[in-house]
Nanobody, 125 residues
Framework: QVQLVESGGGLVQAGGSLRLSCAAS????????MGWFRQAPGKEREFVAG????????NYADSVKGRFTISRDNAKNTGFLQMNSLKPEDTAVYYC??????????????????WGKGTLVTVSS
C-alpha cells in the first residue's frame, strides 16, 4: 500500500497561485494513478484533477480547466497540483488520492483506494 501526505496549502488572495505537493511512501508511486479532490465546508468531496501512472493522460473538472495543472515525478514519489488564478470558490481542503489501477485516469472519489489527510487552501477576495 501507499501513504500520502499533502503540503503546500495556505492563504492566498484571489488571482494568486499555490502549488500543492503529495508525497508518497510505501509502495512505489508509479504503481498508482493519482487524483486531487477537494471538500469545501458543508459540501461533498469533489474531483479536481487526475493523472495516470506515467502522466500520459490527465483529466480536470470543468471548474478548474485552464487554471490548474496536475503533474507527477515518480522518481521523487511526488505528485503536484499547480493552481493559478485562484478564486474564493476554490477555498477547500484539498486531498491527494491514489488508485491501484495505474492506467485509469481518476474522475471520482469511489475509484480511489488511498487518501491523504488533506491540506487547507483559503482564497480571500
Amino acid at each position: 500500500q501507499v501513504q500520502l501526505v499533502e503540503s503546500g496549502g495556505g492563504l492566498v488572495q484571489a488571482g494568486g497561485s499555490l502549488r500543492l505537493s503529495c508525497a508518497a511512501s510505501g509502495r512505489s508511486f508509479s504503481y498508482y494513478s493519482m487524483g486531487w479532490f477537494r471538500q469545501a465546508p458543508g459540501k461533498e468531496r469533489e474531483f479536481v484533477a487526475g493523472i495516470t501512472w506515467n502522466g500520459g493522460s490527465t483529466n480536470y473538472a470543468d471548474s478548474v480547466k485552464g487554471r490548474f495543472t496536475i503533474s507527477r515525478d515518480n522518481a521523487k514519489n511526488t505528485g503536484f497540483l499547480q493552481m493559478n488564478s485562484l478564486k474564493p470558490e476554490d477555498t477547500a481542503v484539498y486531498y491527494c488520492a491514489a488508485d491501484r489501477t495505474p492506467y485509469r485516469v481518476p474522475v471520482d472519489t469511489q475509484t480511489m483506494d488511498y487518501w491523504g489527510k488533506g491540506t487547507l487552501v483559503t482564497v480571500s477576495s
